[in-house]
Antibody
Framework: VQLQQSGPGLVKPSQTLSLTCAIS??????????WNWIRQSPSRGLEWLGR?????????DYAVFVKSRIIINTDTSKNQFSLQLNSVTPEDTAVYYC?????????WGQGTLVIVSS | EIVMTQSPATLSASPGERATLSCRAS??????LAWYQQKPGQAPRLLIY???TRATGIPARFSGSGSGTEFTLTISSLQSEDFVIYYC??????????FGQGTKVEIK
């Protein structure tokens, strides 16, 4: 399984951060896979942001501290999932990772440095 | 939310030496504990899960132990590529995954 991330590295304050994670070697709608977003910054360390997965239907779970601002979507036609983080501030500056795994991060994307600055 | 605390923050050791890294959970996580290695500019790589099971392709010099709230990652003989940062992560009470702040292993 390989994960390839894409998206802008610079976002203005109050705007929306959008990243995509393209999957190869698995399918986003797999009934055994879970797809996650995690971020890492020097001040806050590694932070799990949320996940999406399909069983009988699609499920999403989000970290409490971003729950009001985050959406994780899937695109089965492109076999990818995405992160949207609204109303960003400089505190959202971090390296963002996508990862496959339920209990642990088995496979990770390459990471995307996102800087929030005007 | 379970808080994970790693010690020491930095471990100084020489190649060939044994390294012992610690991770403590704020409440019991049973054996639901993973260790990751992160090299500069790379994503974390899963080393250990279930507190003591090596992930696929991980060398035998890496071993994990512990249960409940106290865990240890041991590197039996440090190789040059092992001088990087290590993180623990609990998944007993998830989501969310929660991570320790990391231990940097540096060359003495």
């Amino acid at each position: 399984v390989q994960l390839q991330q894409s998206g802008p590295g610079l976002v203005k304050p109050s705007q929306t951060l959008s990243l995509t994670c393209a999957i190869s070697g698995d399918t986003v709608s797999s009934n055994s896979a879970v797809w996650n977003w995690i971020r890492q910054s020097p001040s806050r360390g590694l932070e799990w942001l949320g996940r999406t997965y399909q069983r009988s239907r699609w499920f999403n779970d989000y970290a409490v501290f971003v729950k009001s601002r985050i959406i994780i979507n899937t695109d089965t036609s492109k076999n990818q999932f995405s992160l949207q983080l609204n109303s960003v501030t400089p505190e959202d500056t971090a390296v963002y990772y996508c990862a496959r795994g339920d209990r642990t991060g088995e496979t990770w994307g390459q990471g995307t440095l996102v800087i929030v600055s005007s | 939310e379970i808080v994970m605390t790693q010690s020491p923050a930095t471990l100084s050791a020489s190649p060939g030496e044994r390294a012992t890294l610690s991770c403590r959970a704020s409440q019991s996580v049973s054996s639901d504990l993973a260790w990751y290695q992160q090299k500069p500019g790379q994503a974390p790589r899963l080393l250990i899960y279930g507190a003591s099971t090596r992930a696929t392709g991980i060398p035998a010099r890496f071993s994990g132990s512990g249960s409940g709230t106290e865990f240890t990652l041991t590197i039996s003989s440090l190789q040059s590529e092992d001088f990087v940062i290590y993180y623990c992560q609990q998944y007993n009470n998830w989501p969310p995954w929660t991570f320790g702040q990391g231990t940097k292993v540096e060359i003495k």
